[in-house]
């Protein structure tokens, strides 16, 4: 990969979807994967109930193999929620359903983004309940330097055909990020999604009101918005473990 699109020299980097993890992430100490709407979301509030969460790409037969071989439950579509199968990707759901230990949650985006990183390296999720503390928790560990780089990856959406939607959630919720960390080592990029997150007077109104937002209430998933956009009310910080799980950081 060339230089110039590996954001050389800066502490805190910013990119977008798998495609910008599989960039950045080789050269960064840590990867921060933002997806508000709602992978991210789903693994804080799983995580801060002592939820272990397995993240996995694909939603299809070989995701039950995937949680029984973890002995986990697995969650479904947010459509697909119902008595039988209480989890889902739905934050609001997860909050309903009964405790599991250990939950499989199969999401292509997020666990593709996790998946970029390098071997080693930590991998953080990150949203807009925990984001002021996942920033001091890598600030606090030493991330966000020139020795040892953080990326933070919004996930962003997809269009029909497939390509990636750049999501205001997610550039918020990455900004949320990046501002809790310290703007001193900053790329540009990485700056300007810290300045979009500062310029923006009501985050939880913006995202209740862009695209995606919209589409969830539109879905009936009003809720899920509402659960994403309970700014800095969680101090847990999921860090991807030995096990391939998210779990609390000490």
Known sequence: MADWALQQGHGVRFDWGP?????????????????????????????????????????????????????AELAVGRRASGPAAPWSLSPAALRRAPFAPRLVLPSPNGSAIAAAAAPGSVVVAASLRNAEAVGRWLAGAGFGTQDRPVAVIAAG??????????????????????????????SPEASAAAGAYASTSDVAAAVHDCASGRELAAGGFAEDVAVAV?????????????????????
Do not use: K, N
Request: hydrophobic residues 50%; aromatic residues 6%; charged residues 20%.
């Open 19 to 71: 495609a910008g993890a599989e960039r950045l992430a080789p050269e960064c100490a840590c990867l921060v994967v933002v997806d508000v709407l709602s992978f991210t979301t789903a693994v804080e509030v799983a995580v801060e109930a002592g939820t272990r969460v397995f993240p996995y790409a694909w939603r299809d037969a070989s995701a039950a193999s995937f949680a029984a071989e973890r002995d």
């Open 230 to 250: 309970e700014l800095g009310v969680s101090e847990v910080v999921p860090v991807l473990g030995e096990g391939g799980g998210f779990g609390a950081a000490a």
């Open 157 to 186: 959406e997809r269009w029909p055909e497939g390509a990636l939607r750049p999501a205001l959630e997610d550039l918020l919720g990455a900004g949320a990020v990046i501002s809790a960390v310290g703007a001193g080592a900053c």
